[in-house]
């Protein structure tokens, strides 16, 4: 199996810039995510991956050698477009075998490796069967098999959970992982969804136009999103920010917001100018001794939690609350927010200050 490492790598269609200077590295075994909202380079990355793009500039490794320039051909790793992608005349033996027989291996071998892939994948009991009758999920695992059998370095997905309603969606989400875990194969996976991304991944990377925002592990992306828009992408309902200008004493662990002293992590002492204080809707406890106070707007029940919408001195605000926590529209209360988990950003940069 594969380290990839991507290194500065720029990509460019003509004038327009797809993808800005990107470095990380995907470990051996890992299951990797590329995150962002639509155009935001990640499918270009992923083909960059392939050898179906070529980097305009930067250096791409595969286990320490340089591919940035080489053919698809050339990488030994599998492209897994949509799932669905079957060869339709043929039966399940028929497509996994497909890339072993174009690779011209012995049939005796062939057979043994397609029993082998079928049976991590409990499709045995199918082989013979035509494809078109298949259930999705088998039609996905045999277009699964077709990408194991050749066994590659790694495994690159293009949202290929995509087209799937949310049940079966989180099914397969499911299978694919623990597939993973079982054989360990390098795996890069390009999704749009924040909670599939957060659900699947060892570690995320977050694009946004063009520019890698953050990468690491989904807890510290989600606790310490380093970019408001990494921030706002993580999370459902999204992080609260809550402008306010002022300075950040030092020595001091408060900062005033609309003339209340809110608790800050003392790591960001001496901060000043425009800020913007951000936190998650679950770390807004409604106190009605607390001094900063918010108008309950409207209540949104979820079952074991609420979300409760809040109007305050700084904007709107989002609490996650028990459900079974009294709150009535119309009626004003104090907030109280963790220290621990406040994030404050420069609002010109949208930075996170650390
Ligand atoms: P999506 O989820 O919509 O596919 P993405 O994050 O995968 O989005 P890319 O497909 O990588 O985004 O595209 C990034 C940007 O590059 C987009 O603005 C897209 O229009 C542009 N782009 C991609 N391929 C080409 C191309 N062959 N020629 C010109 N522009 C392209």
Redesign the pocket.
Known sequence: MAQIRIENVRKD??S?N??KSSTFTIEDGEFFMLL??????????L?MMAGL?LPTSGRIFIDGEEVGQKPASQRDIAFVFQMFALYPHMNVRGNISYPLKSQGMPRARIKAKVEEVAEILGVTDILDRPVGGLSGGDRQRVALGRAIVRDPKAFLM??PLGALDAEFRERMSEELRALHDRMKATTVY?T?DQLEAMQMGDKIVV?NH?VVEQFGVPQDIYDWPATRFVAQFIGSPPMNFLDFEGVIGAGGDEVRLSDVEVKVPPSIEGAKGKLTLGVRPEHVTLDDDAPYRGRVMTTEYLGTTQIVTLDTANGPLKARVASAARVEVGTTTGLRFDARTITLFDQQEGRALR
Do not use: N
């Open positions: 269609f003509g327009f797809a993808v962002g909202p639509s155009g935001c380079g990640k499918t270009t990355t083909r793009e293009d949202e390009v749009h694009m063009g």
